[in-house]
């Protein structure tokens, strides 16, 4: 073999190799944070390192650094992998964030979400302009509008910015007036200040989703939560949460 010939076939190697280097890191799918398991009205997702938004459909996966606004009178209901249900209200903007390691990290800029915890190993922040929130086996309710507004229905959740911390139990309430406020003063909360929007999220076809969070499972936690049909009744479902990466 002549020098020219072996200069083309060691090119060719050099070039096969890095084209199957490229291929392992370049083109390998990105990690699965969530599923969609509702959605009505206009609701919209911009993927990270993308300029425009596109619809968020029934069963889409999500990912860290995805973005997901609702218009009005829409709604949006997810799954993460780590195993908090987030709905989110109409008017509202939010993405998951790529970081935190130890927590779920979601960051609400503006609107309303309301996130429950479907195992006890579950934990997620949800970060807004005012404050962080810490859930922690909880359900809650957090909106951000002109102020910070966090209730807890069960469970225990953290207020904290660079002013100071509430610490909030079930039955409890807190406003933050933005980022150069401290949270008040955890308060009880009464019966009309409760919270009933999220209960209209009516999830169909719901087993479906958990066929499609199942192919991908493989911790063997278990996510058990209640689901109102549309003709009213309340439906009991179980499926596995994907291993966190």
């Known amino acids: 073999m002549n020098n020219a010939i072996k200069t083309t076939v060691v090119a060719g190697m050099i070039a096969a190799a ?3 280097g490229w291929g392992q890191t370049a083109f390998c799918a990105p990690k699965v944070s969530g ?13 990270s390192g993308e300029r425009g938004y596109a619809e968020l459909k029934l069963n889409d996966m999500l ?7 609702t218009g009005p009178s829409s709604r949006v209901g997810i799954v993460t992998k780590g195993g908090a249900e987030v709905r989110l209200n109409e008017n509202s903007n939010f993405e998951i964030s790529a970081q935190g390691k130890l927590r779920e990290m979601l960051n609400l800029s503006v609107g309303q979400l309301w ?3 479907l195992h006890k190993m579950s934990k997620i922040n949800v970060r807004t302009p005012s404050a962080v929130c810490a859930v922690r086996g909880t359900e809650a309710d957090i909106e951000q509008r002109s102020l910070l507004t966090v209730k807890v229905y ?9 002013l100071g911390k509430q610490s909030l139990t079930a039955g409890q309430m807190t406003t933050v007036a933005g ?10 909360m009464s019966g009309g200040e409760a919270g009933k929007w999220q209960e209209e999220i009516k999830v169909s076809d719901y087993d479906k989703f958990l066929n499609l969070l199942k192919e ?8 058990k939560t209640s689901v109102k049909m549309p003709d009213g009744t ?3 479902i179980e499926g596995g949460l994907k291993k966190k990466q």
């Not at 599923?35 to 993927?47: A, F, H, S, W």
């Open 154 to 162: 069960e469970g225990h959740v953290d207020v904290q910015n660079s």
């Open 234 to 236: 309340v439906k009991q």
């Open 216 to 223: 991908s499972a493989s911790s063997g936690k278990t996510l």
């Open 35 to 47: 599923i969609t398991v509702y959605t009505m009205g206009d609701v919209q997702v911009k993927r």
């Open 18 to 20: 890095g084209l199957a």
């Open 63 to 69: 990912y860290a650094g995805d973005a997901i606004k």
């Open 115 to 117: 996130t429950r915890m």
């Open 179 to 188: 980022a150069n406020a401290a949270p008040e003063a955890p308060k009880a």
